[in-house]
């Protein structure tokens, strides 16, 4: 399996329909048939490192301030207790949750990745605890998934400043937002992870963007698994609310 890293951006993104969500149906369709579908979620953050392996996982509405309808969303994917065992085995330090689900970092952008909601979902958390070279580490361990046809999916924002943001539709993209997306991006199409990895706050672009880490940290796992010289796609390229980078990648497809 491929896997992804895709920006997720506010939980409005889950029942609209805009260019973003077109492309995530597309590629949905376009992707092999995963077995199940493990999640790194900017949005479940923990001391130590968890495994959703229920096999019922909730959906989790972990917002406020926005429209019922949102509220009202579910997604019913089964879990996948199997899938996690292989997590567990792969990482032993990885304990079993049966509590946490589905957050909106997972289900806002399955919704329209997979919209039947026919393919079993697991969740990894942050172990915010943990060193950036741990975090990257742990996405070298989950990488023997793929070959079980495991589709491995990071979700978070390149570009996360919710201090910034602008609600208003079509807001331009802040200057900082547009440099530090764009420095991402050249230093992935180089394959020169290490910056990206380690040196994202060596501008002042990068701190603007990257204020808390909890939505760049998904992205240690994707380029953790993914072997370096394996092919690079921009699935999706957009800032969304001046301060929120929707840029979307697979490796490996």
């Known amino acids: ?29 376009q992707l092999p048939q995963p077995r199940a579908i493990l999640v790194i979620s900017a949005h479940w953050m923990t001391k130590g490192a968890f495994v959703t392996e229920m096999a019922k996982p909730r959906t989790i509405h972990d917002f406020g301030g926005f429209p019922k309808a949102l509220f009202d969303v579910q997604y019913p994917a089964r879990g996948s207790p199997e899938t996690a065992a292989l ?16 957050d909106h970092g997972t289900w806002s952008v399955l919704v329209h990745m997979f919209p039947k909601a026919e393919i079993p979902v697991l969740q990894l958390s942050l172990d915010m605890e943990k060193s950036l070279e741990a975090h990257f580490h742990l996405g070298q361990q ?13 979700s978070g924002n390149l570009v ?7 609600w208003q539709e079509q807001a331009p993209a802040f200057d900082w937002a547009t440099e530090f997306d ?7 199409l180089e394959k020169d992870f290490d910056p990206v990895l380690y040196e994202f706050h060596s501008s002042a672009a990068g701190k603007m963007g990257v204020p808390t880490l909890e939505h760049y940290l998904p992205l240690h796992y994707i380029l953790g698994a993914a072997g370096g010289s394996e092919p690079l796609k921009f699935e999706y390229e957009e800032i969304q609310n001046g301060s929120i980078s929707m840029r979307s990648f697979s490796l490996g497809r």
């Open 160 to 166: 996360h400043n919710l201090r910034q943001i602008q």
């Open 142 to 154: 989950l990488a023997p998934l793929r070959e079980q046809g495991v589709l491995i999916l990071g």
């Open 87 to 102: 997590v567990r085995q792969l990482i032993p330090s990885v304990q079993g949750d049966d509590e946490w689900g589905l």
């Open 1 to 29: 399996m491929p896997v992804l890293f895709i920006g997720h951006g506010s939980p409005m993104n889950a029942i609209a329909s805009n260019a973003y969500t077109k492309k995530l149906n597309l590629l949905g369709e």
């Open 182 to 188: 764009e420095w991402v991006k050249q230093k992935l």
